[in-house]
């Protein structure tokens, strides 16, 4: 089956402490994202990727690290410079400009909790 | 700048009884807009995406919803709701760019 796996579901960090989440896709996506949901506030874009050895900031990318060396591949590091890392992180691909009109596919999430 | 707003951050209501979720959205240009659902810990599921053509979208679960341009809304609707619905739900817009701009959504509480 084609999709997005997210992993570990949950994780568990001391503060100070960089921690990598892991994203893989198997959909022949060009483009891949990084999303942090917090209570009431929607999803905000962290980093996000349109090619291979590319990657853009996007609204709050200050304290993540991201590499895109393969396609399939787009792992975020929440550093230790990020100030409140507990969230629910979302990683998404697409494949604009091909006729799927930027929809976005999602993977199942990782809790990260650092305490 | 593109914007979402979703008015409503809860909406409560009984099962079997209709339901209308608001986005309104503020674009200078032509957009696609697209409604996700979320269930507790999950990733976001696509129900609907309006790209051209016909202002009312069907889409999974029953759900539609209705493009209107002058009004620059996209609500999304369900005419008799199941206790399985409850979930959050996240209107989406794009500029025909790469990225998607998300209101804060909504959370849809069914009670039987």
């Known amino acids: 089956d084609g999709g997005i796996t997210q992993s570990p579901k949950y994780l568990f960090r001391k503060e100070g402490q960089n921690v990598t989440l892991s994203c893989e896709q198997n959909?022949?996506?060009?483009?891949m994202y990084w999303y942090r949901q917090d209570p009431g506030q929607g999803l905000r874009l962290i980093y996000y990727?349109?090619?291979?050895?590319?990657?853009q900031k996007g609204d709050i990318a200050e304290g993540y690290s991201v590499s895109r060396e393969k396609k399939e591949s787009f792992p975020l590091t929440v550093t230790s410079a990020q100030k409140n890392p507990t969230a629910f992180y979302l990683c998404?691909?697409?494949?604009?400009?091909?006729?799927?009109?930027?929809?976005?596919?999602f993977g199942p999430g990782t809790r990260l909790t650092v305490t | 700048a593109q914007s979402v707003t979703q008015l409503d951050s809860q909406v409560p209501v009984f099962e079997e009884a209709p339901v209308e979720l608001r986005c309104n959205y503020s674009?200078?240009?032509?957009?696609?807009l697209f409604w996700y659902v979320q269930y507790p810990n999950q990733g976001l599921q696509l129900l609907l995406k309006?790209?051209?053509?016909?202002?009312l979208v069907k889409g999974i679960n029953g759900f539609e919803a209705e493009f209107n341009k002058s009004q620059t809304s996209f609500h999304l609707r369900k005419p008799s709701v199941h206790i399985s619905d409850t979930a959050e739900y996240f209107c989406?817009?794009?500029?025909?760019?790469?990225?998607?701009?998300f209101g804060t959504g909504t959370r849809l509480q069914v009670f039987p």
């Open positions: 674009s200078s240009v032509s957009v696609y």
């Open positions: 998404a691909s697409s494949a604009p400009g091909t006729g799927h009109s930027y929809e976005q596919y």
């Open positions: 989406a817009v794009s500029d025909n760019t790469d990225k998607l701009i």
């Open positions: 990727s349109q090619i291979v050895n590319d990657f």
């Open positions: 309006y790209l051209s053509g016909s202002t």
């Open positions: 959909l022949n996506h060009d483009a």
